[in-house]
């Protein structure tokens, strides 16, 4: 396996009982007791002596990796929708963090509602958070700290609903250096450790994402899915996804149907404006693309590297799940120069703080 899959794999496990315990230290470590009760309970459920449906069937006879398929995050997922739509009470005091018997609760309602949680199992969750894009843009003021130019034509793989293509939208507070416009849709201040990023100039030639299955944010309905993925306890988020569905209203970002590595290899194709440098951008998606797309992206991104020049750049910024550190890795790769892999952050999974560890 090459280096680049292995760091994308890495510590996902094909054990179901494993699975859901990761995420259960995952959502503690992350400031989410609530979600990790969820999945806790359906974790209890799961070891059940006695059968279940096909909901439960289905999850304990998993037909993939269940950490890399995020299957714990799917079924917590079906259960948060229940409780959002209000067509499940007996979820509220669980969700309202009140003390009760978690198991039994969920154990009641997945037998009531079988056939309404079994589709939350047919795809991974679309959890598209805006503040993420917090790591984008600093990993961008560090690139054109080495010297690269600093207005970017970005490029997103995975962009679900398209909230990180918006970015130009959004203001940030990064340990001081602020970026974006005074009227932004959006203001960032995640918690900051560390030196700061390289204060300067950042700005948008382009802004272009793929998905296999985009999501319409003016789509109520898709919408609410999206709600779904929101951990529960991370209120702010909710009122980040209102500001975005705005947003998108109001212009929608650039975002195609598309496959991950087709998308990269065509883009790639096309000509690079000089003076900017061409980023290749995902926020918790490798785990989902298949292992020969990633092939493919890696190839293709090295192949146009060696074709980068100082004037038309290439960089590569990847925020994936570190699963031993119960965390968000922020990794950079940029041509010419800097073809391997450096670590500049460590991350909150959606954004509260960001802990900067970039060589000077």
């Known amino acids: 396996m090459a280096q680049d899959e292995k760091r994308f794999t890495q510590g996902f496990g094909g054990d179901v009982a494993q699975a859901f315990a990761n995420q259960v230290a995952y959502c503690r470590s992350n400031g989410a ?30 037909q993939g990796m269940p950490l890399a398929d995020a299957l714990p995050l799917r079924a917590a997922g079906g259960l948060h929708a229940l409780h959002l739509s209000g067509r499940e009470p007996a979820l509220a005091p669980l969700y309202a963090g009140e003390a009760v018997d978690d198991a039994a609760i969920v154990r009641d309602v997945i037998a009531r509602r079988d056939e309404d949680l079994v589709p939350w199992l047919d795809g991974p969750p679309q959890t598209n958070e805006a503040g993420r894009s917090s790591n984008f843009v600093a990993a961008m003021l560090w690139l054109a700290g080495q010297g690269l130019p600093s207005r970017f034509e970005c490029l997103e793989v995975g962009s679900s609903a398209g909230i990180n293509l918006m970015i ?66 991370h209120t702010v988020r909710f009122a980040r996804l209102d500001a975005a569905i705005a947003a998108a209203n109001a212009q929608a970002p650039d975002l195609v149907a598309m496959n991950a590595a087709d998308f990269v290899e065509r883009q790639l194709a096309r000509p690079q404006a000089e003076a900017t440098t061409r980023v290749l951008m995902h926020s918790i998606v490798m ?71 970039a060589p000077a």
């Open 33 to 62: 007791p609530i979600t990790a009760r969820v999945v806790a309970a359906v974790a209890a459920v799961l070891d059940d002596a006695g059968p279940g449906g096909p909901f439960l069937t289905r999850i304990r006879d998993w």
């Open 168 to 233: 130009d939208r959004y203001r940030y507070d990064l340990g001081g250096v602020t970026v974006g416009p005074r009227d932004a849709a959006m203001v960032f201040t995640p918690e900051w450790r560390g030196a700061p990023p390289p204060d300067g100039p950042v700005s948008f030639a382009s802004l272009k994402g793929c998905d296999v299955a985009p999501v319409d944010l003016t789509d109520p309905a898709q919408a609410l899915r999206l709600r779904a993925y929101i951990w529960p306890e």
């Open 287 to 357: 785990q989902y693309v298949p292992e020969d797309q990633r092939r493919r992206i890696t190839a293709a991104m090295e192949a146009a590297g060696a074709q980068a020049t100082p004037d038309k750049a290439l960089a590569w910024i990847s925020v994936e799940a570190d699963r031993t550190l119960l965390g968000h890795a922020l990794q950079v790769r940029y041509w010419p120069g800097g073809e391997e892999w450096r670590l500049l952050a460590r991350s909150h999974a959606h954004g509260a703080w960001i802990e900067w560890q």
